[in-house]
């Protein structure tokens, strides 16, 4: 089996890829969602843990305020690291999971990681797509979105590693900067490529 890594800073347009790969039928684990679910769930293990580590401004009656708890973390890397530690093992059993469920009959799965290169996680994978973008056009995309402004965005990044480091680290690198139709050919290229490959 071939366990294909997609990551992007963001903003990237990775999400647009890993849509498109449903699309083809490919099976994608999104890191993303899991941490969506996370939050929206409001399970009590999780609420206890942002008690515990002072972010129970947070945590309302009905709903955890996502927004407070990144401007939060953003100001405070000991909070941050114990908020990443949780959240990342969570992600990571659903992973695991998601691995184990389609081990035997499936060729191909995507594993759709934001922080992939971070947390080294390119050595699980048989090869890495990176989703790559120009930051002034990414800022553009950002700051549409709700509750992104650009002093989030630019905190956001910070915490990511460089593009050029991603570039040179991937094993392909789609550009979303283009149009649809030339976006889509060149993922169509990269996943004829990948078929080709033998596995890991």
């Known amino acids: 089996m071939k366990i294909i890594g997609l990551t992007g800073g963001v903003a990237s347009g990775k999400t647009t890829i890993a849509k498109f790969f449903k699309k083809k039928g490919l099976l994608v684990h999104d890191s993303d969602k899991v941490v969506k679910n996370l939050y929206k769930n409001k399970s009590k293990e999780f609420v ?16 955890i305020n996502k927004g407070l708890i990144r401007e939060e973390v953003f100001n405070s890397k000991k909070k941050l690291k114990k908020l990443e530690k949780y959240v990342h093992k969570k992600v990571e059993s659903s992973r695991n999971l998601f691995i184990k469920k389609h081990k035997k009959n499936k060729n191909i799965i995507i594993l759709d990681i934001p922080l992939l290169f971070e947390n080294n996680l390119q050595k699980i994978c048989s090869c890495v797509i990176l989703a790559y973008c120009p930051i002034n056009i990414r800022k553009k995309r950002a700051i549409k979105r709700k509750n992104v402004n650009i002093k989030t965005f630019k905190n956001i990044i910070r915490f990511q590693m460089p593009d050029k480091t991603k570039i040179k680290k991937a094993n392909f690198v789609i550009d979303t900067s283009k149009t649809w139709p030339q976006t889509k050919k060149k993922i169509l290229i990269v996943l004829n490529k990948i078929k080709k490959k033998k596995p890991k």
């Open 48 to 63: 206890k843990h942002l008690l515990q580590i002072g972010l129970k401004k947070a945590v309302g009656p009905n709903k």
